[in-house]
């Protein structure tokens, strides 16, 4: 599969992240990505930025490095009590592209649900590398993972791989996604990496 974007990173604005905009933009270049999306945790999580950090995402030229460029956020849902429930509330809210960690066993939720969302509401459902890696700080997502695939399998839902990097050393870093995507079967035109143009005509709808 040819993997040509990463867009669930992490610079030092999150704190206990450990690379520059910079230097994540550069290992995206070298390791011949085409586009390259910053995530940083938002102001709730403790110790990440304030929100003026994410106001000023202008001062930011996109086209000045090389490669595509997309700043954004990761955003914990907060205040719900059902999680299902919260995941659906969010994916109708049009400024909402990706779900993030939607395996993560900590927060069980009915996947055919959400993949169903997922479709009718233009979402991206994320398979996180981080998460399916051995020793990751959410141990379960991968056994989860076939269950993911395969409601959106089920429903045509697109997913999209993503590094979860803390450091440039990590940035596109797909390698247990890929592993599973391949062990499930799970239809390679469903899984957008490969298609940076058709990522940006998503964001931008």
Known sequence: ??????????????????????????????????????SDHAPSMPGAFHEFYFCNFKVIRRDAYGIDLIMGVELNIIDREQNTAALIGAM?????????????????????????????????LECNNSSYAPGGSRQGSRELAGELLAACKKHGTMVIMGSDAHIDLDVGNHTCAQELIKKYQFPEELVINSRPELLKEWIAQ
């Open 1 to 38: 599969m040819t993997d040509l974007l990463d867009v669930h990173t992490h610079t030092i604005a999150s704190v206990h992240a450990y690379s520059t905009l910079r230097e994540m933009i550069t290992a995206a270049k070298e390791k011949g990505l085409k586009l390259i999306g910053i």
């Open 92 to 124: 109708k809210n049009p400024k909402v592209k990706i779900i993030g960690h939607p395996d993560n066993p900590k927060y069980p939720v009915n996947f055919d649900a959400l993949a169903q969302t997922a479709k009718e509401n233009h979402v991206l």
